[in-house]
């Protein structure tokens, strides 16, 4: 299996009763999650992208974790979503976004 050069976590808000039920879900990560995987196959990205539980960062919420890079995102919607793939392809991170360092 060949790993892909980003994994993208989409906080969807899952509790251990299998329940989506916190901030991110009730956000609209789950439109998120479809916008997301649209833009990355229209922009050729390599990703794998999944829905996590709770990443306990509710008031930053909906939130996106790229990795290998370690980015954490909050408040994303679609814009943010667009500016962040951008600067993704240009090997960078949008400052303004990240909630962890």
Known sequence: MKKPDYHMLVCNSFR???????YCNKSGAVDLIQYLQE????????????TT??????????????????LWYG???EERID???DALEEGEAVEEYLIAD
């Open 53 to 70: 539980g709770c990443l306990n960062v509710c008031s930053q919420g909906p939130i996106l974790v790229i990795h290998p890079n370690n």
């Open 16 to 22: 251990m009763a299998g329940d989506a039920q916190g």
């Open 75 to 77: 408040g994303v919607n």
């Open 39 to 50: 833009e990355c196959q229209d922009r050729e990205l390599d990703v794998t992208i999944s």
């Open 83 to 85: 500016e962040i793939l």
